[in-house]
């Protein structure tokens, strides 16, 4: 951590920022004049330190951090990939997974139909939402239970491990049979559920914040870990801006960043970050290039009947198109689309 | 609502639209057929309906909602006012609310000292902070039960009605003697924790989230009025934006927006919104300008020695001076400083 | 174009409106009265017509425009891709563009030697800037007139055709035997700029601005397009975004959206909008994956001693290798990279 | 400014950096060793050196400026706030400024009526636009030259001095006797024309880009100062966020920010920010309040037949119960609206 001292900065405020820092934070200070400017560069561990609470001092001018602030999710501690392995199927090693089904569950026909398709089609893994986060309390709230126990009634139909959202830690018995617990991008920061999950021991999909840095991200799969649980998986889903013709802008430049900043796996979910069905296919390939290990693509086998996100849901039969395309961009890189059954 | 067509709809995709809309979604439309492109109007009760829905007719090429999608917010349903009482202090009418304190509640010669410097210098409320939601895992995360029972404690001293954040419905119950329970910016879309303070009887501060528009702010306070609690308080306290010198962007002119298009008090937080306290002076005086009806300012006793947020925190001494100049400009603009004791 | 009236709207008011739009506007219009609102349709050529003033009647809520308000930029009229020719290199067909070189031309050794090892690695294009838009005065601004003859001197070297940045229309005539004119995200509204670049007969590669919307840019299209130019390439290079690890955050999703709402030729600028070389390789594949038709990349012999972007320029060994994967992959998604010589 | 080395950083690479940081900088390089990062400190003048080119050493894992890139426009170089006399009117001293008028000249009977009636309600300088920046080329473009005229015919009238936008310096002629010339948002970093402008002796009211940082913004002063003129107001005009309620988000702790940083006047536009002529009140008593030095603020005889903008114009009647407001205001902060004739 390096302070850099505002010019009129007194010997006494100095020394006695220096001594607290010293004495009750526990670091080392190497103090450098220049003739702008006098920077403080500090030696030790300051994760636990708050660079707000240093800069209250009226002598200082700024303060950077040197070291990333997370240390179970970063690969400077642990360089190789972390994989995680859900009923066969493989996060983080080199085989592609395909999430893919409806972004609600519906109804037993609805959601095992979908299935049915997904899987002929080549998905891996089976989504569908029972509790359903919606910005106006008059929309769909999901099925909650029930949709929980149809999603397990698809997975015996069908085979495909279940993928679900989780929006309070006081649901967290109904997820007992779930394989991977999905954390919405407006949970991600939802800290009191990120610690429940950290006690678990399940594979927990973070979703990022859609105006959360990736380093925000990583400080949230950091509360997971902390407590315990590194099955971590990192999704992006888009992030907010000014353009208007997506719903949100994915940023496919997050895959190589925190590939390289992370050791866990990184899946792109193309249907929420851009709300546009047509949207899938050239944003899932790109993904794929970029070097994702999974992707999250919604699938409805009556998208204009859906009660969510009708726009972004694509049909069995262009899914099915979609995932050849798929297949071959996975093969082509190396990472295929994993065919464990 | 009104929904736009593609220029190559079929008569039987329009027709088949149309049946849809008439039997299933219960509303009557109406169709204008123009040169470059035809449209349907819906007239009827839209709140239920999903845009995103409609768009996935492939014969849609737009949907555009005319009514709001908020109710119980809305000014159009609830001209007056909405005036809230909180032991004697009013919200939305015609006096001005400090709500004051420091970010965390450390001990209780902290709480207890600074509320008192509070009280003198004409703060209405105390704020502090008991559950601590923080990006890190490893930063100082509140003392939880422990703070509100300061909380308490400073409030039998100084008699001021105190305001916390909840950060989980678990912790509901532990909330029973607070005056206000705040909803932070992170969790403004924590539904479930909506739904939970719905369902109870307390004034609830709900912030607008990091990168949330002013409608969705309606949407969540929507979720909680549908619930039965009308006791909303909206508080703007920053959005993100590319803007580094500031840690947020406040938003001024939310003020006369919300008051606008809804009936319920608005207050601003410039000290979350600026990160630096020499900032809180001139942005209290502008949104007290604007039409606010209460400010939310960080005071600690010793900002330096802060286990959060540092930097934003006033001194005493500092806020008994910009107390003066607030009062001043209440005054000025007609809603001056409560004066209940 | 579709009008939407206020609850309260008077028969007069409305009858005003309506006589003002189909005598000054020249359009018909189509009144659909409602329960809770009433809508005017537009029928006829809204191109002209400013939604804003129609804003300032009393009596509308909103404007809503039906048809994308550009023409000559629009698929809908131009269904086939437009392919611009380049001495013999094409852009918009079914070749991949490739173009390279530092993103300051700074001294002849250095920009001939740059290019010839450019074209070794298999690019076809040289890219160098003369003009250099720089943030600040002190930064180095630039070569100019001499920037643009060593860049000739580099085309005669490698017979690879040039593309550079324009500042201003006073410089035009320097431009007379630069093959592709540049016009740089700063200056995408530059409208005076783009109108004289709609005078002259080169092809421009137009850069969508750091917080353009991507119909922005094809009006920016439209503005050179409508003087009778029609050689217009779009570029996407990155928007300004609250991420702090990438410069910019490219906007992969503009490929698609710009290929189906236009039918010009896209370019991916992957240096800028990332602004660190060891994306560039994943930012490329994920560009081609998702459609693009050309890459815009630099390279700099010596990026350490850059004088200008140093982080994000390759080195001719990286490039080389980078080279080798972008040529894959395009021929992978039936894009080769150009051959011609 | 500071150096953060990688930590795999070799003594030769170390070295190589300070060798070329001393010789070809001329800097002075103080190295810091920590136990898990090494930096080195930089003293001398850096206001030259590119960041960017430093990154590109393979052993540097980041670099922070210390002091502001900026020196003309810097208060700490000039303590004193800079006062700008136009006509007896006075910007930056203890007077506040109104600039009012239309958004486009339109015809002589409109920018006399409009200038009669923004003088008679207490404006003190008059703006119209001659040359319009319109996002589609079918938009009114301006009167340009003959709205020049119209404008000096508009202060023989009135004796209100003109401010009024330029578009390109090929232009500069025709603005010999405008008295402000204004700079764009979306000309903010026209480098060429801002340092045409630095070379002229007009003030120069600069408008922040629509996603420009503040810093950005005083580098664009730098621009026009550091060529030699000095006499630059600044102004915030909005900044492009993802609320879509107001055009764009006006930024008001700008005012307190830029009076920080810089010694130079601070405008605010809260027409074009908000683009809601009911917003245009609150926000500029908000700015006032905030500390701002002049308003400009959008007038039009009759805003619904305006040629652009009309939904932020206000109409005369307007206009005058708001600067009742504005007057009552301004003189509450010590800063009264000017009232010299």
Known sequence: MIIVLKNGATKEQVGELISWL??????????????????????????????????????????????????????????????????GRVFGGNKLQVIAGPCS?????????????????????????AFKPRTSPYSFQGLRR???????????????????????????????DVDIIQVGARNMQNFELLKELGRCDKPILLKRGLSSTLEELLMSAEYIMSEGNSKVILCERGIRTFEPM????????????????????VVIDPSHATGIAKLVEPMSLSAIAAGCDALEIEVHCEPKKALSDGA????????????EKISAMARFVGKPVDDAQ
């Open 246 to 265: 997506t719903r949100n802008t994915l940023d496919i430049s997050a895959v190589p960043l925190l590939k390289h900043k992370s050791h866990l796996p």
């Open 105 to 129: 569950v519906e109804s037993e026909e609805q959601i095992i139909q979908t299935a049915i398709a997904c899987k002929k089609a080549g998905a891996t893994m089976l989504r569908g939402g």
């Open 146 to 176: 029930e949709g929980i126990d149809l999603l397990l009634k698809a997975r015996e139909e069908t085979g495909l491990p279940i993928v679900t959202e989780i929006m309070s830690a006081a649901h967290l018995d109904m997820f007992d």
């Open 312 to 323: 972004q849901q694509l049909t069995p039969e262009t899914f099915a198109k979609v995932m």
């Open 22 to 87: 010293e004495d009750r934070c526990k670091v080392k200070t190497n103090l450098v004049e220049g003739v702008h400017s006098t920077i403080i560069g500090l030696i030790g561990d300051t994760l636990h330190m708050d660079t707000e609470t240093i800069m209250a001092n009226d002598c200082v001018e700024s303060v950077q951090r040197v070291q990333e602030p997370y240390k179970n999710a970063n690969r400077k501690f642990h360089p190789d990939d972390t994989v995680i392995n859900v009923r």
